[in-house]
């Protein structure tokens, strides 16, 4: 339940040797790979060491074309899978049998170049498609389409829309000549389609006249025959061409059942990407390549038993001070405390010289999370839920195998209070017994009720988030204890802890003590850092002086808002309450015990599904704004070692 300890890593090893011991360190899995920077900041190193090709591009590729493939099998040969089915287990011998790997890549090739083909069928049947509209008109013409006229005379084809009259076309032509001869051949809804038949030397004098009244010519360069013979002749195309598609879609189709094949071969090439570009971050010469990473100091006679099988010089080192920024960050945590690494990822990593949030956290964010929720009926649906996902669909993604496990902790946490508070689905069981007999009076027992009891549940709110800011504040502490400033420590977070403990002991018992304490506590150590800034007695006292209103202006303020914002774990509380009981009195007054217990049953699930988001989002503010605040050190990079992480299957290890 910490910050794990990592220790960086040098390696020099033969350049024959470089793939295989980049696939060594893909299956260990604990190792992140970069640039060796403290090599090349040696001028002399630097000058000799050249950036490493490994063929990342090759390796993209060939990953880019098994997704392609496997977006065409879902496309024209989709799976039926279960719902929550979990993903395929492999043995590490299979996920890495080359051979296998190769005949995947053929397969997706081909399947790519049917997909390709396809697309040049469906392109042709589109363009196709449109050529038959444009003649589709013409289609009454029995004049081959190519006819330009006889010795003397011109005859050409034209339109105008469907608004103009012909009468008027006709008279624009007849301004331009009287020899002229129009032919209405079809008319729709937004064309009038006619035959312009003039005298050769005229006919451009026609149709510019034509013009005026929105005429257009139109002309079918390249095509021959009538309109009708080609509307034919196009459909017999149509024809040939979706009995060739066919043949395809049957193709692919054919090879459904080699889709887990390709996904499998999918997460290799993804593995094979991740690799090579691991290997283009090396450096090397003519004969040897060099490396630089961090890895878990745990994990150090695991590496160390890998690297004896090369032909090597390597070495460990802790990392120094400087180098602290950029050591990656990885957290380790029991199945309690694991869940909330959602929380710290959706906020930020700590740095590696902080301080690991999730055990301190978890308790809180899980008992606020059921004091808002508070309901036994919705505790059991998020237990049910969590429980059915994680043992059947067995999640693996980086959000989501946190997310599920979580849900099943805040769901034990809600049922608790709802225990307490007797709410089942608010009053569904008291409500539901009264339909049945008027008569009863059966209430679920309860400790205590958010509606009658709101003041009670609002002083338990503001106690708990003392609670919280009171161990921030201690962590605090040790953060400065542990990096040698004891004094700031004893005068910052020892004298606000003394003065909101002595403000409680004076709530409850009238007890000035603690304040007296603390106030004193607060002048020395404000004394002391006037004395620690240096100047005369003048300046020390005024320094005190300030020193002391200062922090009672800004920490009095600060405490008493951040200890306000836990009258939200009230407020939501009494919210869900009293919508599952305006639900409930709205089935109840229908009188019947369908209608009671479908209108229930809507409102309930509206309520949940409000609530399981405002009671996270909620929740989220609390630890981020008013907890985090007081000792988090953010700016961690994740650990991002070179693994085997897959999309599809479960790699068994052997």
Same mark, same amino acid.
């Given at each position: 339940m910490a910050i794990v300890k990592m220790?960086?890593?040098?390696?020099?090893?033969?350049?024959?040797?470089?793939?295989?011991?980049?696939?060594?360190?893909?299956?260990?899995?604990?190792?992140?790979?970069?640039?060796?920077?403290?090599?090349?900041?040696?001028?002399?190193?630097?000058?000799?060491?050249?950036?490493?090709?490994?063929?990342?591009?090759?390796?993209?590729?060939?990953e880019a074309e098994m997704d392609s493939a496997l977006k065409v099998m879902a496309h024209y040969a989709p799976e039926k899978r279960k719902m929550l089915s979990p993903r395929p287990e492999v043995s590490e011998a299979d996920f890495l049998d080359e051979k296998a790997l190769e005949s995947d890549v053929a397969l997706a090739r081909e399947i790519n170049s049917w997909d390709s083909q396809l697309r040049r069928i469906a392109a042709d049947q589109v363009r196709i498609r449109d050529e038959i509209e444009s003649l589709r008109p013409w289609e009454a013409l029995d004049l081959p389409l190519e006819t330009e006229g006889t010795k003397t005379c011109a005859v050409t084809l034209a339109n105008v829309p469907a608004q103009v009259d012909m009468e008027s076309v006709a008279d624009?032509?007849?301004?331009?000549?009287?020899?002229?001869?129009?032919?209405?051949?079809?008319?729709?809804?937004?064309?009038?389609?006619?035959?312009?038949?003039?005298?050769?030397?005229?006919?451009?004098?026609?149709?510019?006249?034509?013009?005026?009244?929105?005429?257009?010519?139109?002309?079918?360069?390249?095509?021959?025959?009538?309109?009708?013979?080609?509307?034919?002749?196009?459909?017999?195309?149509?024809?040939?061409?979706?009995?060739?598609?066919?043949?395809?879609?049957?193709?692919?189709g054919q090879e459904k059942a080699k889709t887990g094949s390709l996904r499998l071969s999918a997460d290799r090439l993804a593995t094979e990407t991740a690799e090579a570009e691991a290997a283009e971050r090396l450096r090397g010469t003519d004969s040897v390549v060099a490396l630089e990473g961090w890895f878990p100091a745990e994990d150090e006679a695991a590496l160390t038993d890998c690297l004896k099988g090369f032909d090597c010089?390597?070495?460990?080192?802790?990392?120094t001070e400087e180098e602290y920024p950029d050591v990656p960050v990885k957290l380790k945590n029991n199945p309690v405390t694991r869940p909330l690494n959602m929380v710290t990822d959706m906020y930020a990593l700590p740095a590696y010289t902080g301080v690991d949030p999730n055990p301190l956290m978890a308790p809180f964010f899980i008992l606020f999370y059921g004091m808002m929720m508070a309901d036994m009926g919705y505790g059991l649906i998020m237990m049910l839920i969590s429980l059915i996902v994680v043992k059947k669909a067995k999640p693996r993604g980086p959000t989501v195998r946190n997310l599920f496990p979580l849900l099943g902790l805040c769901g034990v946490s809600t049922f608790f209070f709802g225990a307490i508070t007797g709410g089942f689905f608010g009053d569904f069981i008291p409500q539901l017994l009264k339909?049945?007999?008027p008569e009863s009076t059966f209430a679920l027992p309860a400790l205590?009720?958010?509606?009658?009891?709101?003041?009670?549940?609002?002083?338990?709110? %503001?106690?708990? *988030?003392? $609670?919280?800011?009171?161990? #921030?504040? +201690?962590?605090? /502490?040790? !953060?400065?204890?542990?990096?040698g400033?004891?004094?700031?420590?004893?005068?910052?977070?020892?004298?606000?802890?003394?003065?909101?403990?002595?403000?409680?002991?004076f709530a409850g018992l009238k007890t000035?003590?603690? %304040?007296?304490? *603390?106030? $004193?506590?607060?002048?020395? #150590?404000? +004394?002391?850092? /006037?004395? !620690?800034?240096?100047?005369?007695?003048?300046?020390?006292?005024?320094?005190?002086?300030?020193?002391?209103?200062?922090?009672?202006?800004n920490n009095i303020t600060g405490y008493f808002s951040d200890i306000l914002s836990y009258s939200r774990l009230m407020a939501l509380m009494l919210a869900g309450a009293v919508i599952a009981q305006v639900f409930n009195t709205l089935g109840g007054i229908t009188g019947n015990v369908f209608a009671f217990v479908l209108i229930s049953m809507i409102g309930n699930a509206l309520n949940f599904a409000l609530n399981i988001l405002g009671c996270f989002v909620h929740d989220m503010r609390l630890q981020c704004l008013e907890f985090f605040g007081r000792f988090y050190e953010d700016g961690g990079k994740p650990f991002r070692p070179l693994d085997m992480e897959t999309k599809f299957v479960d790699i068994v290890k052997e």
């Open positions: 220790k960086k890593l040098r390696v020099i090893a033969l350049r024959e040797q470089r793939d295989e011991l980049m696939r060594r360190l893909l299956r260990l899995g604990c190792v992140e790979v970069h640039e060796p920077e403290g090599m090349l900041e040696d001028p002399e190193a630097a000058e000799v060491l050249r950036p490493e090709h490994a063929g990342l591009t090759e390796a993209r590729g060939r624009a032509a007849e301004s331009a000549t009287e020899l002229v001869q129009l032919i209405l051949v079809s008319q729709d809804e937004q064309q009038k389609c006619f035959l312009v038949i003039a005298r050769k030397d005229e006919l451009a004098a026609v149709l510019d006249a034509m013009r005026g009244v929105g005429c257009t010519p139109v002309s079918f360069p390249g095509v021959t025959g009538t309109a009708a013979e080609n509307i034919d002749a196009r459909k017999r195309k149509l024809a040939e061409l979706d009995v060739q598609k066919k043949d395809l879609e049957a193709k692919i010089a390597y070495e460990y080192a802790d990392p339909i049945i007999n205590f009720s958010p509606l009658d009891d709101a003041l009670a549940v609002l002083v338990g709110s %503001l106690a708990l *988030g003392v $609670v919280q800011i009171l161990t #921030g504040m +201690a962590v605090s /502490a040790w !953060k400065k204890c542990r990096d400033d004891k004094l700031g420590a004893l005068f910052e977070e020892g004298t606000w802890t003394v003065i909101l403990v002595g403000l409680g002991l000035p003590i603690g %304040l007296i304490i *603390g106030g $004193v506590m607060l002048v020395v #150590g404000s +004394a002391l850092k /006037a004395v !620690k800034n240096g100047g005369g007695p003048v300046k020390i006292v005024m320094g005190t002086v300030t020193g002391v209103g200062g922090s009672l202006y």
